[in-house]
């Protein structure tokens, strides 16, 4: 009964110092799903009370160092990051840093070389509103990386730190990423609502309306609801680089439509051999289509259309489509015909574990009563690229950016 007296007054004496040094925080929880992630202030409290060869006043003193050095942690790990304002006096935080980040605005593909040469292999492609890593920026070519690839851009197809997070503010459509490990989307703008779907970490989303307490986000064309503002940061819509691997020489067009800058940009002048010409194809698919109709083959040639419009109701895959229309049209392209429609798409191959997928499967998402609304193109590990909405266009994003609902597999 001592020792539990003893406990209590040190946990009172630890609550009173954190309460004087850094004020306190509190905020409903129903919406967060938390993790072990959560640091506890006990352990430094035990020391104090295990501690029983040293005075009472030194065991205070320790009590109140661990104290500060918790709450000095708490203050760093908090620290003011900036903000954005969204109108009518909603703001979020700033989640993008481009200190070490350069943004790609040409007015088309651009290729990635594997040395800094137009004559190098070229390992990879990026679309305008590309983000990619610098690891060493040079007078003419820089070192990058950018969706598992490496390699070298011209620095004239670049923007650099503070000049590219002004370009993202001025031209880039505005995301909310999620910074909670996951979180419940609400149907309105109330924590007593119904939870539509839960969304994980890192995963972004499109914004339709910020309030003072709670966003409202476009999951996909076919769901949308809230969000608390707390567990949201701001980003910027991007892509990703593109895996290749072929002869230096000579290129092909890139079947990509990317996003038009609004403000000047860098000249995009550039050797026939660095910028691919911009030119529509005048099939649907391009003359490099893989001919083979193997599932990896599939999602490698539905990557080239990341960036590029959604249209409801289209299956254009360079001037847009629908969820549906892209997956339609990408195994079109091999040949395969599927229905038009995701509710219909879900009724014909082999149905497959969530838990055992292959690159080419189909996933289809509903709003948790079994009627499907959307689909997606599985392209391994763990992500998917589907047509998502009209703000955002095709997309990769991971698997469970909503909770999948079913699998299919068309080829083998």
């Not at 920026?137 to 390699?151: N, P, R, Y």
Request: glycine share 8%; aromatic share 6%.
């Amino acid at each position: 009964m001592k020792h539990l007296t003893k406990r209590k007054t040190a946990y009172a004496l630890m609550a009173c110092i954190l309460l004087t040094a850094g004020g306190m925080h509190s905020t409903k929880a129903d919406d967060v799903v938390y993790t072990e992630e959560t640091v506890s202030i006990t352990s430094a409290v035990d020391r104090f009370i295990e501690a029983g060869s040293i005075g009472l006043m030194q065991k205070k003193d320790l009590a109140i160092g661990n104290a500060r050095a918790i709450t000095e942690t708490f203050r760093q790990e908090t620290a003011p990051v900036p903000q954005v304002d969204m109108g009518s006096g909603a703001v979020l935080p700033l989640g993008l840093d481009f200190s070490d980040k350069a943004l790609v605005v040409a007015q088309s593909a651009v290729n990635i070389r594997e040395e800094g040469s137009v004559d190098a292999k070229r390992v990879g492609s990026i679309n305008c509103n590309g983000l990619v890593t610098v690891k060493q920026k040079g007078d003419e070519w820089s070192l990058i990386t950018s969706g598992g690839c490496e390699g070298y851009i011209k620095n004239e197809f670049l923007l650099f730190g503070s000049e590219a997070a002004a370009y993202a503010e001025a031209n880039l459509t505005k995301m909310a990423r999620v910074t909670a490990s996951s979180l419940r989307v609400r149907e309105s703008a109330s924590e007593d609502s119904k939870c539509l779907t839960q969304i994980p970490q890192g995963e972004q989303y499109a914004i339709l309306n910020v309030g003072a307490e709670w966003t409202k986000i476009a999951i996909d064309n076919s769901l949308s609801g809230y969000v608390k503002n707390e567990f949201i940061v701001l980003s910027y819509q991007t892509c990703s680089a593109v895996v290749v691997n072929d002869d230096p020489a000579p290129e092909t067009p890139v079947a990509q439509t990317p996003q038009q800058p609004t403000t000047q940009a860098p000249s995009t002048e550039a050797p026939a051999t660095e910028a691919p010409a911009t030119q529509e194809p005048t099939t649907q698919a391009p003359a490099s289509v893989p001919t083979s109709s193997t599932g990896d083959a599939i999602a490698s040639y539905a990557l080239q259309f990341e960036g590029n419009p959604y249209v409801y109701g289209g299956s254009s895959l360079t001037n847009g489509t629908d969820c549906s229309g892209f997956t339609m049209s990408i195994y079109a392209a091999f040949g395969i015909s599927i229905p038009r429609t995701a509710d219909s798409q879900a009724t014909v191959g082999q149905e497959v574990s969530l838990s055992a997928l292959y690159p080419g499967d189909l996933i289809f998402y509903d709003h948790g009563n079994g009627s499907i609304n959307h689909v997606a193109l599985y392209i391994g590990n763990g992500q998917v690229i589907h047509a998502s909405t009209p703000s955002t266009g095709i997309i990769i994003a991971n698997i469970n950016y909503r909770t999948p609902c079913k699998a299919v597999r068309i080829v083998y």
